[in-house]
């Protein structure tokens, strides 16, 4: 079968490897289609940051090359020995962890911070930008019969966002500010609306995302080019800032703006994956009892993101400027989201079945 393999910084290569087979516990799907994730970015400018290399994945095993892809949906056309949950033919999207199940975080039920953590699409596993792949039944979740299979795809970085919220104790009537408007902003902006967000403000620089976040729920939408946006939120919130600041930019003018954004006791969420340091002044959190808290992923976020997704509170519209087929992945995906037109494009989702192109 055709695959996505990442073998190095800017070598992303499409390539016929061995089909998997289906083992015990296990699901096999048919890939529909998988989103180019803002993660799969990071290993193709920067990496490794995910990816084995050198010394194998504790639980994959494996080394690069690594078939990509996390942000998927497919149809099961094989279900291995004890599966009793999922049957051949259901639609299915997978929350793409691999955890060890046996470590602290495991047991407590914190399984994306297992010790050994991976992600299918990135530790060796297998993924999603492939023809089919193989996933552990307790990862796989049915979608809704009124949910397309590109929603689907979507339902991955929307969890990301969710749990954000969460990590952040955000509550109906807070104010926040979301700092980037790309696949992980967007989502983050949605999320906000649906759990009762008084004010949402986003930072995104003078681009067509601008209006991307207008669109997904935001109240107000400033650039850091024109305004100095610490004093523009204190001007929007009475002079005390917002309740909670959402970092999905990677950059230090993100973390910045995020800090000085926040009320007292105010918290700043990290969904962002960086590939350098930051520093800052601790006093900035000591005097005013600021908090920033990490956050990876998702855990037992999957159902609750589907039925957001399903019942239109997070209606995730708009978020699919691209299909291609799995041949042109890395001209017209990678090099599309990390060229000049890479603010244009939200998520560009990717089909190893070129039919499904016909019906775009």
């Not at 992600?119 to 596993?125: P, R, T």
């Not at 067509?208 to 946006?229: C, F, H, M, S, T």
């Not at 990290?270 to 002044?281: A, K, L, Q, R």
């Not at 995906?333 to 494009?345: M, Q, S, Y």
Request: proline share 5%; glycine share 10%; net charge negative.
């Amino acid at each position: 079968m055709k695959a996505a393999l990442w073998y190095g910084v800017r070598d992303v290569r499409v390539e016929e490897i061995e089909e998997p087979k289906v083992t015990k516990g296990n699901i096999k799907i048919k890939v529909k289609w998988c989103g180019i994730c803002g993660s799969d970015l990071h290993e193709y400018l920067g990496g490794p940051i995910f990816i084995p290399v050198g010394e194998p994945h504790p639980i994959s095993g494996n080394v690069a090359p690594v078939v990509l892809g996390h942000e998927f949906s497919g149809d099961v056309v094989e279900i291995g020995e004890n599966v009793t949950n999922i049957k051949v033919g259901d639609r299915v999207t997978v929350e793409p962890i691999v955890a060890c199940g046996k470590c602290p975080a495991c047991k407590e039920g914190k399984y994306n911070l297992c010790s050994s953590l991976g992600f299918h699409g990135l530790c060796g596993s297998g993924g999603g930008l492939a023809e089919y792949t193989v996933f552990p039944e307790e990862y796989v979740h049915k979608i809704p019969d009124n949910m397309s299979y590109e929603q689907a795809a979507l339902i991955e970085p929307i969890a990301v966002a969710l749990h954000s919220i969460r990590m952040a104790n955000f509550n109906t009537g807070d104010t926040a500010i979301v700092l980037g408007s790309g696949p992980i902003g967007l989502a983050t902006i949605e999320c906000l609306k649906a759990a009762g967000a008084r004010l949402i403000i986003v930072l995104q620089r003078k681009s067509i995302r601008q209006e991307y976040a207008k669109r997904a729920g935001a109240n107000v939408v400033l650039d850091p080019n024109e305004v100095d946006i610490a004093k523009e939120v204190k001007k929007l919130t009475g002079g005390v800032g917002v309740d909670a600041a959402f970092e999905t930019t990677g950059a230090k003018i993100g973390f910045d703006i995020g800090i000085d954004s926040l009320k007292y006791e105010g918290t700043m969420v990290i969904t962002s994956i960086w590939e350098g340091d930051v520093s800052f002044n601790p006093n900035v959190l000591v005097f005013t009892e600021k908090k920033i808290v990490g956050t990876l992923a998702y855990r037992h976020e999957f159902p609750s993101t589907i039925a957001l997704m399903s019942d239109g509170r997070i209606k995730a519209e708009g978020y699919i400027t691209k299909k291609i087929a799995l041949d042109d992945i890395v001209e017209e995906g990678f090099a599309a989201l990390t060229g000049p037109e890479k603010k244009k494009h939200v998520k560009i989702l990717v089909t190893p079945d070129k039919s499904l192109l016909s019906d775009c």
